[in-house]
């Protein structure tokens, strides 16, 4: 999937980084050394993606993500400092889809890159889900390892389903409690970390060593593994 | 006590005996006027009176009930009665008797009080002085001493108002009696070695009066002792603030070259490593390859956790380490953590001991991270491989405490005091000492603790613990 993607950040070093691994990797890129150069761009040439510096010289970047989203629903993957985690959080209010750490690992960006792509492309429906030995079946809502069921309460299903539909992405606190248990639970995240614990425990998944749920501390979780791209018909044969 | 334009004082000395005198005198009166008390029980009577006055007004008032005594006795008592006039010698000569006795009693009596109350008043100056100095040598913020100090000098005398000037604070300090009008302020100068360090500025208590010659002395006096504890003070800290100054700039040698040897040491790694890759040797292996290709990547995260602790550092340093606090969960930090050190923590055994019940804690979820980052960087570094970490989470009281367990070879006791300084280091070669020092800074700017203790069977473990509300 080739992506007509907008990188924004002024350093030049960075820029050229990004341009090289991207490019490499069949994507079209542009980019911008500031925020004005950067609204001008995306408003004249069509634009898949933005990945976008927080920390721009003149207007910065949590205006260019207002201003952007004023028309536009692009999605918007920015990078921002370990230290700047109150900046990372509005910029995820202001309509930011995800952001990446510097330093960060190409694939890190690749698979954010990945991720906000599936939430933005209408998603191919789906009956089932595999992540290795995990099978999660949407049709049933049944989950199996190995073949062999896993045993899940409803809620506990609702949140799997939920996390494993959008892999990769970052899953705040709030959404997830507002999707899983509904609006009026936003903050109870107490909830969240019991179930995301059980959830863990019936999927073998070491918290310390996670392939399934990664721990976002103080922002949410995310959903570790891609689906593999085949899933044959229905998924599994419940036993 | 109204205001006079001026003679208050002299007023006040001598109404107050006079009213004191009248009492007792008319009680007295009152008393020997039970029927059937004789002249002389009731002259005895007056002699109480005399006694009283003495004890309570002074030598004044001691006078002033003679006297009265004298008149009374001899107007109600001594016939004729109701005239001043004596009828019999021998009553006379009783009635001169008594005021000679009346006045001996009186004026011993007085002095003797007065006396007593010299004493009492030179015990409580001397014990001020000396507790006065104690204090200023005992490193109690200046202002706190000569505050307390003013306070007691404004209570002992008593004065309306008493200021210090000095050049240790920057504003003066000043205790004032509430509700009192201050009379002319008088300023006594503070003199150590020849020169002026300051003045206390005296306000009688009384409006428009001025000090009393013993007021001045008494605080002539303190002022003299004084002025020697402020010098010596002030060059106690000037010493201080040389030592301090020789500390900092010692710290910053410590800071730039082991900084500057933190950086260089893992970017002469990645140099050497991709000037080997970039050389277009075909003689690497995919496997040699590989490994170079990890040192880099390795190298530069260790730069990346060497560039947090700096931030950090220049924050604290600036007085700018606040804690952006939201409720998290802490397991999940820790979780976090391990996850994302994986690579360093590869050849140990890290093992996580998390309660369930862990309440939610107002942290700055980046700078705990760093903390914990930081504390299994150093297990990992001084303990030998594949030996266990631990990492465990509890709720103990009003906290959560972490503890992070190695089984390395400990801390000498002797070093202990020493780990949470800044750039002490166990090992010269390993690096900056930033870590602890930076952990205890965050730690505390959470309102938590943070202590090393011995590993049981051996070891290291760092506990901190975190306030939950």
Known sequence: MKLRILIVDDDAQILRALRTSLQGRGHEIRTAPNGETALEVASEHPIDLVILDLGLPGIDGQEVIERLRSWSDVPIIVLSVREAQEQKVAALDAGADDYVTKPFAIEELLARIRAVRRRAASEVERSALRFGALTVDLARQAVAIDGELVHLTPTEYRLLETMATQPGKLLTHAWLLQKVWGPGYATESHYLRVFIRQLRQKLGDEAARPSFIITEPGLGYRWKPEPDDEVGGGGFEPP | ?469
């Open chain 2, 1 to 469: 006590m109204e205001p006079r334009s001026s003679g208050g004082g002299a007023g006040s000395r001598i109404a107050r005996p006079v009213a004191v005198a009248l009492a007792l005198a008319g009680a007295g009166t009152g008393l020997a006027a039970i029927p059937g008390i004789s002249t002389a029980g009731a002259a005895v009577i007056y002699v109480l009176v005399v006694t009283g006055a003495s004890a309570m007004g002074g030598l004044r008032a001691g006078l002033a009930a003679s006297a009265l005594s004298f008149l009374a006795l001899n107007f109600f008592f001594t016939p004729p009665l109701h005239r001043l006039t004596v009828a019999k010698p021998e009553d006379l000569v009783a009635l001169v008797v008594f005021l000679v006795v009346s006045v001996v009693v009186g004026t011993l009596l007085s002095s003797a009080v007065a006396q007593r109350a010299r004493a009492e008043r030179r015990e409580r100056e001397a014990f001020l002085l000396h507790r006065l100095g104690t204090r200023l040598l005992s490193g109690e913020p200046v202002a706190d001493v000569l505050e307390s100090f003013a306070e007691a000098v404004t209570e002992l005398l008593p004065l309306a108002r008493c200021e210090i000037r000095t050049e240790l604070t920057a504003e003066p300090i000043v205790s004032e009696r509430r509700g009192a009008e201050p009379g002319e302020p008088e300023s006594i100068p503070m003199v150590a070695m020849g020169r002026e360090v300051g003045q206390i500025v005296l306000s009688p208590a009384l409006p428009g009066t001025e000090i009393s010659e013993q007021e001045r002395n008494v605080v002539q006096a303190f002022a003299g002792q004084m002025g020697l504890a402020l010098e010596g003070v002030r060059q106690s800290s000037e010493a201080a603030g040389a030592r301090l100054e020789a500390e900092a700039s010692r710290l910053r040698a410590a800071l730039f070259s082991s900084v500057t040897h933190d950086l260089r040491t893992p970017l002469a790694s990645i140099t050497a490593a991709v000037t080997s890759l970039l050389d277009g040797d075909p003689g690497f292996s995919d496997e040699q390859r590989t490994e170079l290709l990890e040192t880099i990547r390795h190298e530069a995260e260790r730069m990346n956790r060497l560039v947090g602790n700096l931030v950090d550092l220049a924050r604290i340093r600036a007085g700018a380490l606040v804690p952006s606090k939201t409720p998290a969960a802490i397991d999940e930090i820790i979780e976090g953590v391990v996850a994302r050190l994986q690579p360093l923590l590869k050849d140990h055994e890290v093992m996580l001991r998390l309660r369930e019940d862990l309440p939610e804690v107002p942290v700055d979820v980046v700078q705990i991270d760093q903390v914990l980052t930081n504390l299994l960087e150093n297990a990992a570094r001084f303990s030998s491989p594949g030996s266990p970490i631990v990492v465990s989470a509890a709720r103990w009281q009003h906290t959560v405490e972490v503890q992070v367990a190695d089984r390395g070879e400990g801390i000498p006791p002797e070093e202990l005091a020493h780990v949470f300084e800044l750039f002490w280091s166990g090992d010269e070669s390993s690096g900056t000492g930033m870590g602890l020092a930076i952990g205890r800074a965050i730690v505390e700017a959470h309102g938590g603790k943070i202590w090393i203790q011995d590993t049981p069977g051996g070891g290291t473990t760092v506990v901190f613990q975190l306030p939950v509300t």
